[in-house]
């Protein structure tokens, strides 16, 4: 019907080669990595084999022209982002916890991003997708959010589908305009894809049972929960349960791991393939992604993750 086309931050990640360490103190840095929930996404779509295309804004700068050439390397459509003079393109400084987690300074809000808008171009774009892929993420960003209700409810009613990841932040949807914003796109979902307790989270539920069945009740066509190194189980009324163990691997690096399995599956979903098929991919793609530093330095072609699932002797099904 046309390509899967998303809409929000673009960013680079720089990130702290010293596990443990805060920002007190100067020490050595690696980066900058194209990143952004919504790029990563797009990107592994198109390497993958989609097609697909991205409404965004970057600023006038080296770090928005690393995040363009990229994506349009990679296949993405990128005639619908914006750069915006005056403002710098987002950034993101991680270091690692020695337990594995990540804090975050982010410089986003108030960059080239805050300034996307429906211009004639994202217009465009949207006006032939096939496909909206929604990412909670940018939710908090300004004025992305109207964009995102007019791309879904303008490839809705030609027959296209939407996706949503509420990679929520937990802050914004607790009551008020985060949690009406979630509602409206629960509404209109096809295919959900949340980690962690966002499944809960979404559907006001305290267990996965619970959850699953009411959030399938609104009509949401199948549910994919990520489990990190568990792997990840689908749900629909069409397949039932269907569960896929991970792959194992060495953990490098596990920004991206979500965006990467999400894009994988529903391409693999739109192209046909049933839910224990695309759930494989989607793991394969997952695993890679974490081998690799960087969060879109791990993305995956078909023909790599054919080779990986391969290597791992697992059969596809
Ligand atoms: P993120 O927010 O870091 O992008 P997420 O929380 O949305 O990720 P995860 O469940 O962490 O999503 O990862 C998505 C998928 O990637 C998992 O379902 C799994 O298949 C794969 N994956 C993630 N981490 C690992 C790991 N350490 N080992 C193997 N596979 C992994």
Redesign the pocket.
Known sequence: LGPTVTVGEILVEIMATTVGRGFLSPQPLVGPFPSGAPAIFIDQVARFGGAAGIVAAVGEDDFGVLNVERLRTDGVDVSAIATVPGKPTGSAFVRYRPDGARDFVFNIAHSAAGETRMTDAARALIGRAGHVHVMGSAFAIPGIAAILLEAVATVKARGGSVSF?P?IRKELVQGGEGRRLVDDVLAVTDLLLP??DELLVAAGAATEAAAVERLLGLGIGEIVL????D??SHFSRAFGRVDCP????E?ID??????C?GAVYLTCRRAGLPPARALLY??AA??R??TKQGPMEGVSSLAELDDFIAAAGRGVP
Do not use: H, I, Q, Y
């Open positions: 990841d990679n980690s962690g990520k489990r990190g190194r792997g990840s991970a792959f194992a691997v953990e596990p920004t991206g791991a979500g965006d399995f989607a793991n997952g695993a992604t974490v």
